[in-house]
């Protein structure tokens, strides 16, 4: 069970790849990989080399432009250009800083953990940043909690910027909060993140919510809603990696954390033919196949209200259309946002928004 908290720190996919062989490690010893990676990982844990440094004061070192281009250019060849060592799990290719309140980004220390993700571009998926920075931003319209995420770009390389939720100030100090994703809760591998390779559906996910969320309720309500948002935007990689726990300092301690890596991947069929969606719902593995009685079905197997639970999860999402259309008008207005991707993902929500009020 340790060590699969562990694994489930470190890069997966190409990233783990190219950083095992630099190391000379095997990408299948996750925590001799993060014995090397781990100064800055998901939620409050930091893995540093024993004794090897004393905590450094002073200045933290600004990341200039040039800087900042140059690691986007070189990251996804060489994932550990970007010092601080950091890691995060997840495929793409991603590192972290620390932003002021201005906008300028510095590198991450012992005593200062970062504040943002950024991520950039995959060539095989045209417009990956300008997807996830619209399904991000208008998951601010329906969740509560939503993360704030920029879209920029430097020497004309964009990349997405996404606020940490696992970061907290307190009297004036910036503290890291421990999350866990859902690999992690059940005690599985990283690679069992998807229901057909042996990881959990549905049902499990909203298990683990009843034993161990300080809000049960509600946030069995934010689960219901965020399987009803992916559907919308047709975020086909919703897996157990993309949920989590996060564990606050606030009274109910345990919660769902705010939704991430909201993408509308079934925009890119070449992806989603050949997979079915991360998690099954109502046994079914592909959006376009489910219907309304799949959504009741779903709620009567997790023992809520079935008509009571959609009827609510419809009235919420009922603007889904309007206010996506709103959104993607505004970001279309912008040279740096705008984007051919916007469009194909509205088709698909309103389309299913339809499909959720419809007897
Ligand atoms: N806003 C955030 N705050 C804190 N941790 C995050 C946030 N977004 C993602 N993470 C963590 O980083 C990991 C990788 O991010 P993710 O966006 O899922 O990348 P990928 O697209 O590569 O899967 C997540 O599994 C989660 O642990
Ligand atoms: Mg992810």
Known sequence: MRSLFFENLAPEGAARQRIAEKFHLSEENAFSLLAKIGDDCAGAVALLPKGARQP???????????????????????????????????????????????GRYFRSDDEHPTTHIIKIGNQRYPELLQNEFFCMRLAKAFFDDAVEVQLDAVNGRKFLEVQRFDRIKKNGRLERLHQEDFCQVLGLLSRM??????????????RAIMEHSGRKAADVFKLVKMLVYNYLIGNTDAHAKNFSFLHTDRENGVVLSPAYDLLAVDIYPEKTAFHAIAMPINGKGKFAAIRRKDWL????????????TLKTAAHTFDGICDEAQTLAAQLQDDPLTASPVYSKSIDNMCRRSEVLSNA
């Open 297 to 308: 079905q779903l709620f009567a197997q997790l023992g809520l209200n079935p008509e009571g």
């Open 56 to 102: 450094r004061r002073g200045e933290i070192k600004e990341i200039r432009k040039r800087e900042l281009s140059r690691m986007i250019d070189r990251l996804p060849e060489n994932p550990l250009l970007t010092a601080p060592r950091l890691s995060l799990a997840g495929a793409q290719s991603k590192f972290a800083v620390i932003r002021d309140s201005e």
């Open 193 to 206: 993140k998807y229901h057909a390779d042996g990881g959990p559906g549905i049902r499990t996910i909203y």
